[in-house]
T-cell receptor, first 114, second 111 residues
Framework: DVKVTQSSRYLVKRTGEKVFLECVQD?????MFWYRQDPGLGLRLIYF???????EKGDIPEGYSVSREKKERFSLILESASTNQTSMYLC?????????????FGPGTRLTVL | QKEVEQDPGPLSVPEGAIVSLNCTYSNSAFQYFMWYRQYSRKGPELLMYTYSSGNKEDGRFTAQVDKSSKYISLFIRDSQPSDSATYLC???????????FGTGTRLLVSP
């Protein structure tokens, strides 16, 4: 059974803290994505990576950075957490080729910044 | 104007009803069309995937794409309470891996 796992289901942090969200996939997928999901706004792409050490900005990259040192792992970093980054964060992965749009999602991390 | 528009619902139907979920889009370059289902407190899971125009059927689910009208639909026949979830449409451009998602429609199927 294919799997995308995320390090935490729920996380509470304080304003100004550095926050790490980790995502691991076991499908040998080249592409990995980080989204945030907010009511009324849907899924918005923060960053994606199409290969190890490669990254591309999505639609809302401000306040975030990413790291992909290994193919199976994609980390999202909030350098200095702010209350407007309280959200559900979803990681996804997809293969290359004709199935590249088939994104497999993790269960999500609900982050609250106080 | 958003690239992809989707009615947020909720859409409430009785068990056994035929459900129609819809999205409209503005970018005529979209070529790949997907429907994801998301249960509460879970990540989205891919339900249907179509390329270009036409219909695709999988069990009780039928996905329809009308590129001339920039309109896609998901039909659910004989709806079940287990179909209660949020349904997200998503679209991709040829040559790129990125998807643009609708905001999702919440469906409630009552027994």
């Amino acid at each position: 059974d294919v799997k995308v796992t995320q390090s935490s289901r729920y996380l509470v942090k304080r304003t100004g803290e550095k926050v790490f969200l980790e995502c691991v996939q076991d499908m040998d997928h080249e592409n990995m994505f980080w989204y945030r999901q907010d009511p009324g706004l849907g899924l918005r792409l923060i960053y994606f990576s199409y290969d190890v050490k490669m990254k591309e900005k999505g639609d809302i990259p401000e306040g975030y950075s990413v790291s992909r040192e290994k193919k199976e792992r994609f980390s999202l970093i909030l350098e200095s957490a702010s209350t407007n980054q309280t959200s559900m964060y979803l990681c996804a992965s997809s293969p290359t080729g004709r199935n590249r749009y088939e994104q497999f999602f993790g269960p999500g991390t609900r982050l609250t910044v106080l | 104007q958003k690239e992809v528009e989707q009615d947020p619902g909720p859409l409430s139907v009785p068990e056994g009803a035929i459900v129609s979920l819809n999205c409209t889009y503005s970018n005529s370059a979209f070529q790949y069309f997907m429907w994801y289902r998301q249960y509460s407190r879970k990540g989205p899971e891919l339900l249907m995937y179509t390329y270009s125009s036409g219909n695709k059927e999988d069990g009780r689910f039928t996905a329809q794409v009308d590129k001339s009208s920039k309109y896609i639909s998901l039909f659910i026949r004989d709806s079940q309470p287990s179909d209660s979830a949020t349904y997200l449409c998503a679209m991709g451009l040829g040559g790129f891996q990125k998807l643009v998602f609708g905001t999702g429609t919440r469906l409630l199927v009552s027994p």
